[in-house]
């Protein structure tokens, strides 16, 4: 199986029409993964912690981690079942690879990282779902390396995503922009042509490989889901763009799907 990245975008998604991303992932399960997954474990850039940590519940409830929108997107629901057992096997990979303190939440749902773009993927809310969070005070490295240490799960039915954002400069977006921004555009190319040509330690030091590094990712938390994500298809894997949009001039959703080396 393969591994994604998806870049999420506005909080919006499931509700914004204008919004090319959200057609996008409507349309996943006939024009990206055909296969219905056993379960999924999302890597999502809204939850930050000193330790990895995955969400040990029987159900999911939906946290609204954003402020500010319209009153209808707080209504919505994305009731999918939690993955335990999934979750006790994320932990077990993660200790085994050398990741020696891992937690367990059994509280947490699914924050808007993970269920606005699953809400359209898999809309009937019936795949269980299991989160893993971020460190980000490590480096790009380190998350790939969890995504290496989780590389088995895709031979046992789990669908791997990591959610987070090509570009993430909130203080750069435009509002009344027509056009996206030299350095989102740089930073963007840069990061295709690296992933398409299999230069993943480029990626994974992308702060000193990449133009703009520092202004398309001013804090990395939306970065280091596509390590994780790109570390678990493995070393050899073959990365192809399957989405490029912009929002608000610099804002960009580019998604990946890797592909191991060893996949027919």
């Given at each position: 199986?393969?591994t994604?990245f ?9 509700i ?12 996943w399960?006939?024009?990206v993964?055909?296969?219905?997954p056993?379960?999924i ?14 969400n ?29 057992d ?8 993660l200790r ?7 937690k ?19 809309p ?29 799960l895709?031979d046992?039915g ?33 990061l ?5 040509q ?8 992308y702060?000193?490989?990449a ?5 398309a ?13 790109m570390?678990?298809?493995?070393e ?6 399957i ?6 001039c ?8 890797f592909?191991?080396?060893t996949a027919?």
């Amino acid at each position: 199986m393969e591994t994604f990245f998806i870049s999420h975008g506005s909080p919006t998604l499931p509700i914004d029409e204008s919004l090319q991303v959200r057609h996008f992932l409507k349309a996943w399960k006939e024009q990206v993964f055909l296969r219905k997954p056993n379960s999924i474990l999302v890597i999502s850039a809204h939850w930050e912690t000193d330790v990895p940590t995955v969400n040990v519940v029987r159900q999911n409830d939906t946290i609204y981690d954003f402020y500010g929108f319209p009153e209808q997107l707080y209504k919505l629901k994305y009731p999918a079942p939690g993955a335990p057992d999934l979750a006790k096997r994320v932990k077990e990979l993660l200790r085994t690879s050398g990741f020696n303190h891992v937690k367990e939440d059994t509280k947490r749902g699914l924050d808007h990282g993970a269920w606005t773009p699953l809400m359209l993927m898999y809309p009937e809310a019936n795949i269980p779902v299991c989160q893993l969070s971020l460190q980000p005070e490590k480096d790009g490295t380190y998350h790939y390396n969890v995504g290496k240490a989780l590389a088995p799960l895709k031979d046992e039915g789990v669908l791997i995503i990591g959610s987070g954002s090509a570009t993430h400069n909130l203080k750069a977006l435009q509002f009344d922009g027509d056009s996206v921004v030299s350095w989102a555009s740089e930073f963007d190319c840069w990061l295709k042509d690296a992933l398409l040509q299999g230069r993943y330690e480029d990626v994974n030091h992308y702060e000193e490989k990449a133009p703009y590094g520092k202004m398309a990712h001013p804090s990395p938390e939306h970065f280091y889901p596509l390590h994780v994500a790109m570390g678990a298809a493995g070393e050899d894997a073959k990365a192809e763009q399957i989405h490029q949009s912009w929002q608000l001039c610099s804002l960009s959703c580019s998604s990946y799907k890797f592909t191991a080396a060893t996949a027919s």
